[in-house]
């Protein structure tokens, strides 16, 4: 069975509660019904994807075994006290590779699906695309200087409406979640953009990571704002 998969993007009143986020969080929904994966992550700074870190803002993933469940996660997560703002979304797999601690999440999300489509309020076309890696200690520095160019060339791109830098940790296990208006915009940057393209081909002849996962999504329910707006709305 597919599991259904939520993204949360959470900006706290201050520090102190996004530590106490970081550090208990795996264990606050531990025990959440349908609750198959999660992952408390910390954000890079701003809209960057380059190494760094915003305090006072976390970020969670995670599978359910169906809708309702991720419905009454995302209800419990938006009632902490503490929250300045937080956005919410629902995603069904639409491909990938790959996968996050040994879970191949493109397989476990499955395909999207026509229910996904028609309960979608917001988001038309869009897909949204999680990248994330456990970069080798012996590629970081290498690996961090051209983030900053990759990240530069993203932010450039036609067609994106957001972008967050996510990571387990402040170096070598980083990603990305980025928001795309359609699969085109999305692709054209992927397959296109040269220093994409360049840096892609070192990651894979220098083998910079020990495990790496590509995975799209086609989001929908999204709640509540990132930055004081619904990237998917408009």
């Known amino acids: 069975m597919s599991s259904v998969a939520s993204f949360h993007l959470l900006r706290w009143r201050g520090n102190p509660a996004m530590f106490a ?5 795996r264990v606050r ?15 890079g700074h701003g ?27 995302t209800a419990r997560v938006r009632e902490r006290s503490g ?43 869009a897909l949204a695309m999680i990248t994330r890696a456990d970069v080798r200690a012996v590629s970081w520095r290498t690996f961090s200087r051209e ?14 409406l957001a972008v ?11 990603g990305t979640f980025s928001l795309w208006r359609d699969a085109a915009a999305m692709t054209n940057f992927a397959r296109r953009r040269p220093e994409h393209l360049r840096v892609v081909g ?6 910079w990571y020990g495990e790496e996962m590509f995975a799209r999504f086609k989001p929908y329910d999204a709640q509540g704002t990132w930055d004081g707006r619904d990237p998917l709305r408009g």
Do not use: N
């Not at 986020?21 to 969080?25: C, I, K, M, V």
């Not at 969670?60 to 996660?73: K, V």
């Not at 703002?85 to 629902?90: D, L, N, P």
């Not at 993203?154 to 994106?160: D, I, K, Q, T």
């Open 21 to 25: 986020a970081l550090a208990f969080d």
């Open 29 to 43: 929904y531990r025990g959440a019904r349908g609750l198959r994966f999660l992952r408390v992550l910390g954000t």
């Open 47 to 73: 809209s960057s994807t380059a190494p760094g870190t915003q305090f006072g803002r976390t970020a969670l993933f995670a599978l359910f075994d169906d809708d309702s469940c991720a419905d009454e996660f």
């Open 83 to 125: 929250l300045a703002e937080s956005w919410h979304v629902k995603l069904r797999g639409a491909g990938g590779h790959g996968s996050w601690r040994g879970r191949e999440i493109p397989k476990m999300v499955g395909a999207a699906s026509d229910r996904a489509d028609a309960s979608s309020t917001a988001g038309g076309d």
């Open 147 to 160: 983030a900053r160019i990759v990240d530069a060339e993203l932010h450039a791109s036609e067609g994106l």
């Open 164 to 174: 967050v830098g996510i990571g387990e940790a402040p170096i070598l296990r980083l």
């Open 202 to 207: 070192r990651t894979r002849r220098e083998k």
